[in-house]
């Protein structure tokens, strides 16, 4: 290099301004998924092009939500993921969560079930594995808490109904929303859903818990067992 002639930036730092401009001009829904996922990753990648990485996990998860909600172990076996980009996406998962449980506790649950759903979805639909939650509502039906109960495998997970009162009682709850979600992504009420849901109103209702509904949330979407007159 001559003397006193400064080495060019290299082309992805045009490429990020640029992208950044976009997302400040018109936000993130104007963007691509693989798109999103740059901006993302630009903080743990301080000094490389990402593209090639960002669709890369976009083919390989399906979704920005996917990429966010999979597992660590998983996204290490992409290429060019470690530890940093790991913690980005988790991190950004977490913060999702946490504005959607924080919307949920802001009015009464059942004047804002759009908003109950939205949290149930960005808590549970792309989760590689069931989980079995929990919402307790006090008797004004705001939210005192919200649990996980219990984790379990690709297509099963142990719900233990005397458990869920007894943890009803312990928080001073008067009334309960159960939500489970199904790795497959269809969000179908099962056999089995059905007659958990109803052991667990039949444990609940002599200590005058209400079981309000049990939500199954999924990729394609969500079912309500109330909705569906199956409870």
């Known amino acids: ?13 045009g490429h990020r301004e640029r992208l950044r401009e976009r997302f400040r001009n018109a936000g993130g829904e ?43 172990r998983r996204l290490v076996e992409v290429k060019g993921v470690g530890e940093a980009i790991v913690t980005e996406l988790k991190l950004i998962g977490a913060a999702v969560e946490r ?46 808490l919200d649990e996980v109960q219990q984790r379990g495998t690709v297509d099963h997970t142990p719900v233990y109904p005397r458990e869920v009162v007894k943890r009803a009682l312990e928080v001073s709850a008067s009334a309960i929303i159960l939500v489970h979600n199904h790795p497959s992504g269809d969000p179908t009420p099962s056999h089995a859903d ?11 209702k ?21 909705g569906l007159r199956l409870i």
């Open 30 to 72: 104007a963007l691509p998924d693989y798109e999103l996922l740059e901006l993302v990753l630009f903080r743990a990648v301080p000094r490389a092009d990402v593209k090639p990485l960002a669709k890369g996990l976009i083919e390989r998860f399906g979704s920005f939500a996917e990429v966010v909600a999979a597992p660590p």
């Open 1 to 13: 290099m001559r003397q006193g002639m400064a080495e060019p930036a290299p082309h992805f730092m």
């Open 206 to 226: 002599p200590l005058g818990i209400e079981v309000h509904d049990h939500i199954i949330v999924g990729k394609e979407g969500h079912a309500s067992l109330k």
């Open 194 to 204: 059905i007659q958990m849901t109803k052991i667990i109103i039949d444990v609940a």
């Open 99 to 144: 504005v959607t449980r924080g919307k949920v506790r802001a009015r009464p649950v059942l004047s804002s079930w759009s908003a109950v759903l939205a949290h149930c979805r960005a808590a549970m639909a792309f989760v590689d594995h069931e989980q079995f939650r929990v919402l307790f509502l006090d008797k004004r039906n705001q939210l005192i």
